[in-house]
Nanobody
Framework: QVQLVESGGGLVQAGGSLRLSCIGSGRTFSDDAWGWFRQAPGKDREFVAG????????AFANFVQGRFTISRDNVKNAMWLQMNSLKPEDTAVYYCAAALNGLNVPTTLDSYTYWGQGTQVTVST
């Protein structure tokens, strides 16, 4: 059974940091692109960041503005999102996802095949 499991969410004050992790199992993800998406209450799920299969290319949403970094380890089937300078508007459920075409970094939901269950990030004022 293919699974993506996120962890690392929580409650943090504005200006603080969190590091999200995503661990894959059930298959190798070394040829896949990985991505992070988020969904706030009442809003659509949106792209946050992504990384191609070997980590040579990354992409970030405009709202990230240099605050987040993304990394991966293909041996561990793992990906991380380091989030710094968090703002209350970053509050959302964060999802990791894997796209079968790993050469580039897709930014649309329908490009991703596998999804995790999400981890809640809450940023207080």
């Amino acid at each position: 059974q293919v699974q993506l499991v996120e962890s690392g969410g929580g409650l943090v004050q504005a200006g603080g940091s969190l590091r999200l992790s995503c661990i894959g199992s059930g298959r190798t993800f070394s040829d896949d692109a990985w991505g992070w998406f988020r969904q706030a209450p009442g809003k659509d799920r949106e792209f946050v960041a992504g990384i191609n299969y070997f980590g040579g290319a990354t992409a970030f949403a405009n709202f990230v503005q240099g605050r987040f970094t993304i990394s991966r380890d293909n041996v561990k089937n793992a990906m991380w999102l380091q989030m710094n300078s968090l703002k209350p508007e970053d509050t959302a459920v964060y999802y990791c996802a894997a796209a079968l075409n790993g050469l580039n970094v897709p930014t649309t939901l329908d490009s991703y095949t596998y999804w995790g269950q999400g981890t809640q990030v809450t940023v207080s004022t």
